[in-house]
């Protein structure tokens, strides 16, 4: 039996999602801020006196707008590792590299530099959850439409280790860009807490190393999460 291609995984948060999060978030709290100066300048008026409630909550939320701006960087932190990574690892191999990542083209379509430093290497780029229904159609094997998140993930680690199975052919060495959350290991980083105050049902989806493991791939984690 030939010998399986060794896959190094990229784990990331994902820069996009991290973006939109922070961009949402510095929405809310915006207007929240916005009401608590405005309320702490009438009571400063009225009763020449500060409110130290109000300034507690104003404090509050000032640092939770810095977690905000700080995801921003974050996320162009992470991708510029990305491409550092994949520049790193497609130097060191031969052109028998295949570069997957999560999610499918309508999705990445915010990181051309993924794809653009694929046609500069002339690699093969494929999207791990292209043909995906739950992913694609937000719908199950049966048709019915999937109402919450976690829905999605259901079995999707097992159709991304298909998808590389059918995809990888005699490729040497593939890199995964994926989310943080599908390797195994229980986080309690910076970025993780910011992320599970904005997005309380983010969570742990688990082990898509140990799956390709399973089917006697050799393994090799980066994480490229910054914090």
């Avoid at 049966?142 to 976690?150: A, N």
């Avoid at 490729?171 to 195994?184: E, L, P």
């Amino acid at each position: 039996m030939n010998k399986k291609a060794k896959i190094y995984i990229l784990a990331e948060y994902h820069p996009t999602n991290l973006t939109e999060l922070s961009f949402l978030s510095a929405f809310m709290l915006e207007k929240e801020i916005k009401s608590l100066i405005d309320e702490l300048i009438e009571r400063l008026y009225k009763e020449r006196d500060a409110d130290m409630n109000l300034l507690k909550l104003l404090e509050e939320n000032v640092d939770k707008m810095i977690e905000s701006v700080n995801m921003l960087l974050y996320a162009h932190e992470i991708r510029k590792k990305e491409i550092e990574y994949l520049e790193k690892i497609t130097h060191i191999h031969d052109k028998k590299t295949v570069i997957y990542v999560e999610g499918n083209r309508e999705t990445n379509t915010a990181r051309p530099e993924i794809v653009e430093l694929a046609r500069k290497k002339n690699l093969k780029l494929v999207y791990l959850d292209e043909g995906n229904m739950r992913y694609e159609k937000l719908e199950d094997e049966k048709g019915r439409i999937l109402k919450h998140g976690y829905e999605i993930q259901i079995g999707r680690e097992d159709f991304w280790v298909n998808r590389i199975e059918e995809t990888i052919g005699d490729a040497n060495y593939a890199i995964a860009v994926v989310g943080v959350n599908h390797v195994n290991g229980n986080r309690k980083d910076y970025i993780r807490r910011i992320y599970r105050r904005i997005s309380p049902k983010y969570r742990n989806m688990g082990y898509f190393d140990k799956k390709l493991k399973e089917r006697e791939y050799e393994v090799e984690i980066f994480d490229i999460t910054c914090k």
